[in-house]
């Protein structure tokens, strides 16, 4: 049986704050795309800063380069008709419309998970913003680091409003619509 | 339809010198694959030069963290069920060893598509060993740079030997046995 793929090689590119719930809805996306027998790969910014970019640090130079591989690979898959699901904070706006530039010709969809600080903070799913509290992490995106919020993204999720499974179908419907 | 995948996800590692053929047994692998519905991607040393690596050169610690990306690509991959096949000089044993242990517990096949020197030097398909004769380009693999062959490969193709669609169809029953 043939895989089926896409000739529109589409880039879902998640960007938001940490906690803001990328990981989480691009999980599901990647899953839901599966099951509608579109090959899909979440490239997800915690796994990056684990291998690929492992030698990384948060400076400014060191977070352009780190967003830069996140979007060779998805340039990767993409030309190859697999849809990659970045989840990557990618805080500043250039380096996401360098990201853009680099997926020509292939549609790069900006899905701005907006969820406000307060309420990462709140959710802090993985502990950060509380060491960022207490001072054990420095430089850290949205409190003592910049975020810059897209301006035009093709799709703005705001998880207080939606659940997981509503922004992906919301996500689907922009990809396949 | 949901897509097929394999639980197993192995890597597939084609090492070799340049013209060596790698990305002709590369390309036509993962065409087979996706025949079979398998999932694949080729994960080429060329086209990461391009794109990830554009900012590494041949240096001995240029080459290392060349193939630890590569190999870094293919874990992210082989991790969602995907089978890379990666198309790389790769020329340190080394650097080899390294990837295949970051591959764990996925299983890594190392290829090692053999041609000799002078065999790639006449084919020359990128005109590079005619820019290395002129001495335009230096430390080059093979030449004027090591090349380390694997010791113990996981399988040797003799590209003198077989046809293209023999060699894909040996790592095929080496891959899915």
Redesign the interface.
Known sequence: ?????TSSCPILWLTGLSGAGKTTIGSAL?KRL??L???S???DGD??RQ??CQ?LGFSAADRH?NVR?GA??A???AR?G?IPVVAMISPYAEDRLTARR?AFPCRFIEVYIDTPLEVCRIRDPKRLYQRVSSGEITAFTGVSAPYEPPAEPELRIKTEEYAVDVAVERILTLVLG
């Open positions: 049986m043939p895989e089926q793929r990647v599966l099951l027998g579109l090959t790969v979440l490239v796994e990056l291998h690929l030698d380069e591989r060779a690979v340039v990767l898959l190859q697999i680099s």
